[in-house]
């Protein structure tokens, strides 16, 4: 198990379509279990592979109700959208590669979704409230799009800018930190 670096937006690697898993073999198995623990480390209540530069279609979620909740971990790998609801729903998202920046999406309110669990069975589940919101911000992910791509290009400018910046501030600290002596 590992906690893996997530990629801050801009990154070429955030705007690609992911292929899809062939087969779950020990690789992918380790990829999952590294995904849950960086999300949760992060935290978060979602995670897609791209976003830890692996540019396969697997995305982890826990949508548990609240800290005192059990946990409700569930792993999708090759995801897709196989009915959604014409009633649409605005809910605030944020993202782990595009910290401290939230506004409101819309989405549509229900679906339901394909998916392969990690034992290689073929699932389908309906989906509503904030796990909708959660599934198709993470399917998204798989095809390149992010959240501020529903956001007008002047807001989506703005935040990229942001993020340039810090980008730009963090390598900046990382280069002037004091570097261990090497024996
Ligand atoms: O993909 C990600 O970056 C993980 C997101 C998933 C998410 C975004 C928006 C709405 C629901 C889930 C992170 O968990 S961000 C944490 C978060 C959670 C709820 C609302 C806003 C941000
Ligand atoms: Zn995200």
Not at 14 to 30: F, Q
Not at 78 to 105: A, F, K, M, R, T
Not at 123 to 145: F, P, S
Not at 153 to 173: F, L, V, Y
Request: with cysteine; glycine share 6%; net charge negative.
């Amino acid at each position: 198990m590992a906690i893996r670096p997530i990629l801050m937006h801009p990154d070429p690697r955030l705007k690609k379509r992911c292929d899809p898993v062939e087969n779950i073999d020990g690789d992918i198995r380790t990829l999952i279990s590294d995904m849950f623990e960086t999300m949760y480390d992060a935290p978060g209540i979602g995670l897609a592979a791209p976003q830890v530069g692996s540019l396969v279609r697997v995305i982890v979620m826990d949508c548990a109700k609240s800290e005192n909740d059990d946990p409700e971990p569930i792993a999708m790998v090759n995801p897709q959208v196989v009915w959604e609801s014409d009633d649409l729903n605005i809910h605030e998202e944020g993202c782990l590669s595009i910290p401290e920046e939230y506004n409101d999406v819309e989405r549509p309110a229900q679906v339901r979704v394909a998916y392969t669990d990690t034992d290689g069975a073929a699932q389908e589940i309906a989906c509503d409230g904030l796990l909708a919101t959660c599934v198709q911000h993470e399917i998204d992910h798989l095809n390149g799009k992010l959240f501020i791509d529903y956001l007008g290009p002047m807001k989506r400018q703005m935040i990229t800018g942001r993020m340039k910046k810090r980008k730009k501030e963090r390598a900046a600290a990382k280069s002037d930190a004091p570097r261990p002596n090497r024996a």
